[in-house]
């Protein structure tokens, strides 16, 4: 790589178990902050007092993120290839401030506001707090300090889904990242005596021998709910079911793993299993409509059934299921800071992300007493899909560095994608796989190439974030806390220039019909002369205006602005409706889209 650039102002702490030559023109920064463990429990000694990381999930991010080319690997012979983070030739900085010893909000504070003042162009922050309001948040307060100083700040949306209103770090000057599924799935192929093919799920870490083994359906035995149950299963493939009234999957194959079984078939709906390694005994999952086959066939004692599976295979493409889809446990918007912006703004791939790991850690287990260590590791959640943005962000501002934190924003949502792999509408899998929202996936699926040229931008200033936080009826002390240095309140406003539309209602209202209006400009990021006309998909049960319906710009960087006006019914249930604004260039290439949401502003309860 090239000399590190003049203005980086950080360096490589010394701390336990590493050495400032540790850093090269790669990792370029490294620095540790446990002051406030060490003050909340005075004689504490830290067990890794550097910032070696002794977990693997700070190693996770940072590779997604901007991880080098590494060839040949896998996790234990599934998702082989070469690996690289989103953006390769980024140089990575770390600043640990989670520790064993406990999690304080003053060392996340401390840390942010040193990677602001070491000169990081990215901030890719996969940690939460759970806090709503934005002046309690260490996240958010140092945040605006980074958005201040044209730093991109992408924030993990959290795994509290799939409920309503579960996204905690709702900060309008980040980027807030949902999780969705990849193109990939790690496949046990079952194959029965009478020559039936299924395509089932396992990550089970080896290549066990399962081939012709007899196989045995027992109705009572199908509950796998307990050892004592299975204490008589027989020496063949057994066959669990998984139902409201079993164990979770998880239990059953930990009692299935101390039976006498050689390898189990587990028929589930269970969708949680798809973003786990967890796997520590053969077997295969299907689901209960390819189970019919495989029990019917079991019962033919007659045929003396038998089955095989082939474990380590990996699939792309766009069986047995499409993707991306909204994972389950993605955190759902509206915001609970402030559920006026939409937040998820993006969704990224964050469903068994393969990304380096501690060698020295356990990441599964075969039966209950094998641990076993991988240099790369899969895993899952919103941490995983955050430094996918943060790759991004990376990328888009290299190719523009005079584009800020929210245009670079803006350049992500307003071309994601909101179709999957078939062509139809991304799914939800915390939902029966029913359509997704905006208040799950924001805008859509990130789309890197798209979002290079993005045609028109929704900017901001920081003045405007100003001006929405003294809008919200804080206190002049929390206003403070939130943008800790001088500032003017005289233009409060609610309407942030953003690429979205949020109409909020009280389903504890009487119901009525409701108007917002909102304001916003947009800036001509594309060649030169353009004009864009506008196409509305309006949400169920509302009417929309937009005034003007055409832009005419005449050069690039030209601003012009126009005004959405929507009425809208409210209702009496928690109701979300959903739409879209897009603006398409004539005679060019570009469409804008920004996502039109009619929602309750709270969760009940």
Not at 106 to 115: H, T
Not at 516 to 525: K, Y
């Amino acid at each position: 790589m090239t000399a590190i650039p003049a203005k980086w102002k950080g360096t490589c702490e010394v701390g336990q178990d590493f050495n400032s030559s540790m850093c090269n023109k790669k990792l370029i920064g490294a620095r540790f902050f446990n002051q406030g463990v060490l003050a909340a429990n005075p004689g504490t000694t830290i067990s890794m007092n550097s910032t070696r990381d002794t977990f693997g999930h700070g190693t996770h991010v940072a590779s997604i993120a901007a991880g080098n080319y590494v060839k040949d690997v896998s996790y234990f012979g599934y998702a082989p290839g070469t690996a690289r983070g989103v953006a390769p030739r980024a140089r990575l900085a770390a600043y640990k401030v989670l520790w064993d010893e406990g999690s304080y909000e003053s060392d996340a504070l401390a840390g942010i506001d040193q990677a602001v003042a070491d000169g990081v162009d990215v901030l890719s922050i996969s940690l939460s707090y759970r806090t709503i309001d934005l002046y309690e948040n260490p996240i958010a307060i140092a945040a605006f300090g980074a958005m201040e100083r044209g730093i991109v700040v992408s924030v993990s949306a959290g795994n509290r889904g799939p409920n309503f209103g579960t996204v905690l770090e709702g900060i309008p000057w980040a980027v807030v990242v949902a999780s969705g599924t990849v193109d990939r799935w790690f496949a046990g192929t079952l194959t029965l005596g009478d020559g039936q093919t299924i395509t089932g799920w396992t990550m089970f870490p080896a290549r066990a021998t399962v081939r012709n083994l007899p196989l045995v359906y027992n109705k009572t035995l199908s509950a796998c709910n307990s050892t004592e149950l299975l204490a008589d299963a027989p020496s063949a493939i057994i066959i669990c079911v998984n139902t409201f009234e079993t164990p979770e999957f998880s239990d059953q194959i930990g009692y299935v793993s101390k039976s006498n079984a050689l390898a189990a078939i587990f028929i589930s709906e269970e969708t949680r299993i798809l973003r786990s390694t967890s796997f520590p005994y053969p077997g295969v999952v299907i689901t209960p409509k390819q189970g019919k086959g495989v029990i019917r066939y079991a019962k033919n004692t007659s045929a003396q059934p038998t089955a095989s599976i082939k474990f380590q295979q990996t699939i792309l493409g766009t069986e047995p299921r499409p993707a991306p889809a909204v994972s389950a446990s993605s955190s759902r918007g509206p915001s609970r800071s402030y559920p006026g912006i939409l937040k998820p703004d993006i969704m990224a791939p964050g469903v068994l992300i393969l990304a380096a790991y501690n060698p020295d850690t356990s990441v599964t287990n075969i039966g209950s007493n094998i641990g076993l260590s991988s240099d790369y590791n899969l895993e899952s959640g919103t941490s995983m899909a955050c430094p996918h943005i943060s790759g991004v962000a990376a990328l888009l501002k290299a190719a523009h560095p005079d584009w800020g934190p929210a245009a670079i924003r803006s350049a992500m949502m307003t071309t994601a994608s909101t179709l999957d792999n078939t062509g139809k509408a991304i799914k939800d899998m915390g939902n029966d796989y029913k359509g997704a929202t905006p208040l799950d996936m924001g805008a859509g699926q990130v789309d890197p190439n798209r979002a290079l040229d993005p045609g028109l931008i929704y900017d901001a200033t920081p003045q405007d974030y100003v001006n929405l936080v003294c809008a919200l009826n804080y206190t002049r002390e929390q206003t403070r806390t939130i943008i800790r240095s001088n500032y003017n309140c005289s233009n409060p406003s609610l309407d942030l220039n953003y690429p979205a539309f949020v109409a909020l209602y009280d389903p504890l209202e009487e119901v009525s019909t409701k108007t917002r209006r909102f304001r916003r400009t947009v800036t001509n990021v594309g060649d030169g002369v353009a004009t864009y006309r506008v196409n509305v998909k309006r949400p169920k049960d509302s009417v929309i205006t937009v005034s003007p319906e055409k832009l005419v710009f005449q050069k690039k960087n030209q601003k012009l602005s126009f005004s959405l006006t929507i009425s809208y019914k409210t209702y009496r249930d928690y109701v979300i409706n959903h739409g879209s604004i897009i603006w398409v260039e004539e005679k060019g290439q570009h469409t804008v889209r920004s996502p039109i949401v009619v929602t309750p502003a709270e969760p009940s309860g």
